[in-house]
């Protein structure tokens, strides 16, 4: 009593009930316990704690270190796109392959984050499957097992993850072996929730038929159980996806590396350029991932809803599946009939339509650039040795991406004739004859655009003939399009809204203003130094290269004394300019009178001069087309300067906001657009 | 294998408790003959199947029929081992279907039963083709083999034509008949089918029995038939089964489940049955007693008797003239004894096999109608107070039922 009265100094002896002195008396070590408990497990139970660990950091160095980071981006894209073709069809396989491209075009830095990143989601997923479906399974199937497991996820549900993380921490270190096992605890759950449902909910007397007819159980399981569990079984597994996908900041705070990491160093720098762009890399993973893996009976639905989704059920993700049964998807609409053949009046747009697809698609083999300057082309600093040279339309320092883009947009409206030509109406909706004609027109606006275009003050390469033939191929196959558009029997499939879309027009002026605002703002940047010498320096440097030709037994010392003065000039300046300014190509107003023809065409478009369908729809037609074009001028230019290998030289905002109103110009005739086929005939009428 | 007629399905004193403790108390319960409702009211356990007993002959279509919920299903279950039974055993064909185990009872399975079910149950995700040879594979019979068999069962239901299709490209009667099809293939002994027609339309379900008969009759497949519909039951079974609260009430042949109802509870069923649909005219009819054609009026009326009348025939035995007991008084009466003037000719006469409901209009006349043969030949007597009295007969034993239940 007394030895504590003074620890206590001076207070009284024996605090009350109430007292927090109370409290000091007592000390429960659990602390200590655990942190025994840790130490006993990591030294006792090493073999076990490795054995556990083999099967993560085998698939793990597996799939990332010696797949995806060695093997080329080229054929992890490849791979995608057959993936995604197989797993759900060619449009979400080119859509992944597309955006993975994109990825990997961001940078190689960027690309080897990408990489880990499916690598881990990957092995994150496949070990969920790999243990998830089996305890499914054995849930659905065997009551007294789901009685153990299901309140076991209810824990590992319940519990948040920053909880879980530390024993995994303590025993196997940071890094992204721990992270991917963090990851399956939270994933794990939803995969076998959803197999044990849908094992469950298959009908019983199915099930009982497969045992009537004397199959033994592993059939019932393969012939009956899990095929008609499937799309419960899909669900889990795209819910697992995106539970692990919401883990990643999780895993990067681990030190899983991936994406994850990229975001949080950009946090921690501040930095926005990096943030931005392993956000837009991060995005887009999930989003293939998502698309990939999902089930086919889901309809599209933003990412962030889905994860949002995900979150919300994922301590009852069978609601997932409730108003998800199966519907019928409705037959089409008037399947029975044919499309209306091709008529004669068509005949000749659509042969000046395509001569014209052709000539600007062959245009790119001939010279674009002549006599390339002191810059060849656009923004090729880099390319200074080129003098004098030329180049054709697909070569990298001639026309560049614009010959690319001139090239594709050239053998789509020669698809577009083709294909309606041999099969009226039956091709994808692409290459019919709206489709030509936005082809034709945006070819059009692209090349004007670039031929007014000057790539900039200090470079005036000459134009060589096929800049020439690609506006004329332009010229002639907007003009072929338009008669054969004028003739085209296309037809809503449900009757136009009688009033006046104001939205369209609304979203029209936005996409103008917007293009209007790119114009002022920075088509390029320019951070490379550049050297600004004084009329001193240069006689100086002159005599100096004199004496050195006079006595070359000292050239050594002399050139040495030239850097030193060419370096001590050397300034670092940021060059930026705008889209108007003659110093620049001045894209930035000429993309603006695109967008300004294509807010005209909105009106009549919309409706306001006169209510007739098939002349809405022309218009609509031609805002797209002008739309499209705009967009590929701006495309084009940040396509050539991504492509630049100077990282000191880049397309500005500008370019963006162009393409970004380009895009929404052509969307306003979207709506529109979608509603009109080729007339169908039938026989019986 | 078993000889035409001989037992191949034997169920004997079978219960089936369901519940946790199936042996416990409500076994002894149900045992000691308390029935189902109180056993469930007192232990919570349901009784499926309380003593029941019964054999299915080779060949024959053996139809159990009883409300829902009165244990018919479970009874079929226990036939292939679907359900385990608590008490009882088990017959099919010399084998004790409940000691079977593991592959032994696959194996049994596959070569003794097919079964039918109420929604078809087809396996959605499998074309018809694969549906119907499904049995054959699991019997691991080669992919050609199995698949002309298949052919063979569609073509038998008259579906030959849809054996591409999915099951939810047909309509109801047609997946039944897939069904059907699923249940021949594999040409097993025994069909089971539970409920087979009752998901169809009353229509389509006739043309799906008299089909289902059609075919019988060249199979002779042993079937064993569940359903609520007492029509269909006496319709299309060769015997019927009365099941309530889990236990038989009366089996018998069609007839004689109409024509001697065991309880009022088979009774009240048999009210809504048309019974003229069912009964035959020799059930009820009387030996003939033909008058001969040259004999008195005082012979003939000897040989009426106490029935309301009698015909006359001729050498070959032909029915040729009517003399009814009214007639032939009235006309003693009047001091006649010449047979003659007493007679009339406008009678009815039918044959042995036609229902009752066939002679409800001559009997509405209230004169004796003929029974002949093919060749004309007088057999029988068919007195129209005798139709009457077998409907009278029924609605007595109701009217006992309901004072049984009511008071
Ligand atoms: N698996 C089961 N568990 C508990 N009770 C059951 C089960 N199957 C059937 N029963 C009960 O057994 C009785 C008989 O069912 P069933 O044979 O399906 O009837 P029926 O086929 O004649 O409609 C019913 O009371 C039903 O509730
Ligand atoms: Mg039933």
């Known amino acids: 009593m007394t030895v504590l009265a003074q620890q206590a100094g001076g207070e009284s002896a024996t605090p009350g009930l109430f007292s927090e002195g109370l409290l000091d008396q007592f000390q429960i070590p659990v602390g200590n316990w655990a942190d025994q408990a840790v130490d006993w497990i990591a030294v006792r139970l090493e073999t076990l704690l490795q054995i556990i660990e083999w099967p993560f950091s085998t698939l793990i160095g597996f799939v990332v270190d010696d797949i995806l980071e060695p093997v080329s981006w080229v054929w992890v894209v490849l791979a995608f796109l057959v993936i995604g073709t197989l797993i759900r069809g060619v449009k979400v396989g080119t859509f992944a392959a597309v955006s993975l491209g994109l990825c990997a075009l961001l940078g190689v830095n960027f690309w080897l984050q990408t990489a880990r990143t499916i690598g881990y989601i990957g092995v994150a997923v496949l070990l969920c499957v790999i243990v998830g479906l089996p305890l499914g399974i054995a849930c659905g199937r065997v009551d007294s097992v789901w009685r153990v497991v299901r309140p076991v996820l209810d824990g590992m549900q319940v519990v948040h993850s920053f909880v879980y993380m530390l024993p995994f921490i303590f025993f196997w270190g940071t890094g992204v072996v721990s992270a991917t096992m963090v990851t399956m605890v939270f994933a794990l759950p939803p995969l076998v929730r959803l197999t044990n449902l849908g094992i469950r909910q298959v009908r019983e007397d199915v099930v009982e038929a497969s045992r009537a007819y004397g199959a033994p159980e592993w059939r019932v399981l393969f012939d009956v159980q899990l095929p008609l569990a499937r799309p419960a079984i899909t669900t889990g597994i795209n819910q697992t996806l995106l539970l692990a996908i919401s883990m990643l900041g999780i895993a990067a705070i681990m030190g899983a590396g991936g994406l994850g990491q990229l975001l949080l160093k950009a946090i921690t720098d501040q930095s926005v350029s990096k943030g931005a762009a392993s956000g837009l890399a991060f995005f887009l993973v999930a989003v293939v991932l998502d698309r990939i893996s999902q089930p086919q009976s889901d309809g599209p639905g933003g990412l962030l809803r889905r994860i949002r989704r995900a979150w919300a059920h994922r301590r009852d993700p069978e609601k997932l599946l409730e108003g998800a049964e199966d519907t019928p998807s409705p037959e089409p609409a008037g399947s029975a009939g044919g499309f209306a053949p091709v008529t004669a009046e068509e005949r000749p747009g659509m042969v000046i339509a395509g001569i014209g697809g052709l000539v600007a698609a062959v245009s790119v083999f001939l010279v674009w650039t ?10 090729r600093r880099t390319d200074e040795n080129l003098a004098g040279e030329t180049f054709n339309g697909l ?3 001639g026309g560049s991406w614009f010959g690319v883009l001139t090239l594709a947009l050239g053998l789509w409206v020669v698809a577009a004739v083709v294909t309606t030509w041999l099969a009226p109406g039956r091709g994808p909706r692409l ?24 790539p900039s003050d200090l470079s005036s390469p000459g134009t060589g003939p096929g800049v020439w033939l690609a506006l004329a191929g332009g010229l002639v196959a907007s003009v072929g399009a338009l008669m054969w558009i004028r003739r085209a029997p296309h037809t809503p499939l449900h009757p136009l809204k009688l009033k006046i879309g104001w939205g369209r027009v609304i979203g029209g002026t936005v996409a103008a203003v917007i293009i209007l605002v790119g114009m002022f703002s920075a088509w390029s940047f320019d951070k490379r130094s550049d050297q600004v010498m004084s009329d001193e320096t240069l006689a100086k440097i002159e005599e100096l290269r004199q004496k050195a030709v006079e006595n070359p037994a000292d050239a050594g010392p002399i050139s040495a004394e030239i850097s030193a003065l060419t370096a001590q000039m050397s300034v670092t300046q940021l060059a930026v300019t705008d889209g108007v300014s003659s110093e620049g190509t001045r894209l930035g107003l000429w993309t603006l009178i695109g967008g300004l023809l294509g807010l005209a065409t909105v009106l009549p478009a919309a409706g306001a001069m006169g209510r007739d369908e098939h002349r809405r729809w022309r218009w609509s ?12 001028a701006a495309l084009g230019w940040i396509a050539v300067h991504v492509r630049s290998a100077d990282p000191n030289y880049l397309s500005g905002v500008g370019s963006f906001l162009a393409l970004l109103g380009g895009v929404l110009l052509a969307a306003t005739a979207a709506g529109i657009l979608a509603e009109f086929r080729r007339s169908k005939v039938y026989a019986d009428l | 294998m078993v000889e035409m007629g001989e037992e191949i399905i034997v169920l004997d004193e079978v219960y089936k408790i369901f519940g946790p403790q199936p042996r416990g108390r409500a076994f002894d319960l149900a045992r000691s003959g308390m029935d189902k409702n109180r056993v469930q009211a007192e232990t919570g356990h349901v009784v499926g199947l309380d003593n029941v007993t019964f054999s299915v002959k080779k060949g024959e279509l053996f139809v159990v029929m009883g409300l829902s919920g009165s244990g018919k299903s479970t009874a079929l279950r226990t036939v292939n081992k679907l359900h385990d039974i608590t008490y009882g055993s088990v017959i099919v064909d010399g084998t004790d279907v409940q000691a079977l185990e593991g592959s032994d009872l696959q194996v049994f399975r596959r070569q003794y039963m097919g079964m039918v079910f109420q929604h078809f149950a087809l396996f959605p995700h499998r074309k ?21 068999a298949a052919m063979r069962a569609l073509s038998l239901v008259g579906l030959g034509s849809y054996a591409q299709s999915f099951p939810s490209e047909l309509s109801g009667g047609m997946q039944q008949r897939v069904g059907l099809a699923r249940g021949l293939a594999s040409d097993p002994d025994i069909l089971l089918m539970d409920e087979a027609f009752s998901a169809l339309d009353p229509l389509i379900r006739r043309q799906m029995q008299d089909e289902m008969m059609e075919i019988q009759a060249d199979l002779h497949k042993t079937i064993l038939f569940i359903t609520h519909d007492l029509n269909e ?15 038989v009430v009366q089996i018998g042949t069609p007839e004689e489940i109409l024509t001697q109802p065991a309880t009022g509870y088979v009774a009240e069923f048999v009210q809504d049955v048309d019974q003229g649909r069912v009964i035959q005219v020799h059930e009820i009819m009387q030996e003939p007693r033909p008058v001969p054609a040259g004999a008195t009026l005082a012979e003939a009326l000897n040989r009426i008797g106490g029935r309301s009348g009698a015909f006359v025939i001729d050498d070959s035995g032909s029915p040729t003239h009517l003399l009814t007991a009214d007639d032939g008084m009235r006309a003693a009466g009047m001091g006649t004894t010449d047979l003659g003037p007493a007679l009339r000719t406008d009678f009815d006469s039918c044959r042995r096999e036609d229902c009752l409901n066939t002679v409800y209009a001559a009997a509405g006349r209230g004169l004796p109608i003929a029974v002949c043969d093919e060749s004309g030949t007088l057999i029988g007597n068919l007195d129209p107070r005798h139709i009457m009295e077998e409907m009278g007969r029924v609605e007595h034993l109701i009217d006992d039922f309901e004072r049984e239940v009511f008071m």
Request: net charge negative.
């Open chain 1, 370 to 379: 002549t006599d390339a300057g002191f810059m060849s082309a656009y923004g």
């Open chain 1, 395 to 397: 070569s990298a320092s």
């Open chain 1, 431 to 454: 290459f019919t004859t709206d489709g030509a004609l936005i082809g034709a027109l945006a070819l059009l606006v692209m090349m004007v655009c670039y031929a007014l275009a000057s």
């Open chain 1, 621 to 632: 037609t031609m805002t797209a087309g002008i739309g499209a074009g705009v967009a590929c």
């Open chain 2, 128 to 148: 018809v083709i694969d549906n119907v040879s499904y049995g054959l594979k699991v019997q691991g019979v080669e992919k050609k083999t199995r698949e002309d």
């Open chain 2, 233 to 247: 039951a006496l319709r299309i079974g060769d015997r019927v089964c009365i099941m309530k609260d889990g236990a």
